[in-house]
């Protein structure tokens, strides 16, 4: 089984940065699709950014510009660099990736960004 680790949340003030990394683990998986959702309080989870093996990168809107989505595929991790944090970014930020039809979600990394 794939087990995702997540880490680099934590507290920031508005206009900082943020690195956020996943792990993945425990499958020789070629993932064709790595990335990050967020959820805030009170909202539906949404896509951040998703990165594919084949270099397609898709952002949300609203972090475009501001975030920047980066795989290793040798070491199987993905990265998101979050600079210009606002409030409206504060959510539990989840790793996923996926193999064909085959989905796997991490547990998930605070991030609170202060006003």
């Known amino acids: 089984q794939v087990q995702l680790v997540e880490s680099g949340g934590g507290l920031v003030q508005a206009g900082g940065s943020l690195r956020l990394s996943c792990a993945a683990s425990g499958s020789n998986l070629s993932f064709n699709s790595m990335g990050w959702y967020r959820q805030a309080p009170g909202k539906q989870r949404e896509l951040v950014a998703d990165r594919t093996s084949g270099g397609t990168t898709n952002y949300a809107d609203s972090v475009k510009g501001r975030f920047t989505i980066s795989r290793d595929n040798a070491k199987n991790t993905v990265s998101l660099q979050m600079n210009s944090l606002q409030p409206e970014d504060t959510a539990v930020y989840y790793c996923?990736?996926?193999?064909?039809?085959?989905?796997?979600w991490g547990k998930g990394t605070l991030v609170t960004v202060s006003s």
């Open positions: 996923r990736v996926s193999f064909y039809a085959r989905v796997y």
